[in-house]
């Protein structure tokens, strides 16, 4: 289920492109990776094509790979900067899934993912916090403290925060694939229309 993403580390990452032509880095797992769908129906291009209609000349990275926890994700991050072969203007974090599916401590989530907006900050990048929600058979304190963790790291790092990546979809299954889990096309297009919003937002943060 693993999928790698080809990211050519470079000794250094270029300087920021202007903000005529910004680059966007989905970073995150199978969700912004575009998994089970055809490249071209994935988050990242059906974003790229959204914001392009809206006049914002955008290129938008996948640094989505399926399966990976916070953890996994964070060992990652610096070779995949580097690997882009410009500094992004805004990196969307969409992470965590994993980590609940699989009921791993959240502590260990929370750390991991404020370690990665902690080494985004120290870089000058702009971040867009894609939030996550627990499964409620989890039970409710595990509910409580994994859907409380990215508000709370949103307002300690001081970044804004899109509350449920897969809003209006998940539980959907017309716009699920049959995992019930990844949303298919038409969910992808719902989910980029709910984000584009914010997407722009922090652009021009």
Known sequence: ML???GFVP??????????????????????????GLPPALG?????????????????VR??????DTVAQARARLRWGLRGLGATPDLV???????????????PQASANLDAILTELHNRGIPVLLAGMRAAPNLGPDYVARFDGMYPALAKAHGVPRYPFFLDGVAGDRALLQGDGLHPNA???????????PSVRRALRG
């Open 10 to 35: 470079n000794a250094e990452a270029a300087p920021r492109v202007s903000n005529h032509a910004p680059v966007i880095w989905a970073f995150g797992d199978s969700l912004s990776a575009g998994y």
């Open 186 to 196: 038409r969910g992808v297009e719902i989910i980029v229309r709910r984000v584009l």
């Open 43 to 59: 988050f990242t291009a059906r974003l790229q094509a959204a914001l392009r209609r809206a006049g914002v000349a955008a290129t």
């Open 92 to 106: 969307i974090v969409e992470l965590g899934a994993n980590d609940m599916l699989r009921g791993l401590p959240v």
């Open 3 to 5: 999928c790698a993403v």
């Open 62 to 67: 996948n640094g989505g790979v399926a399966g």
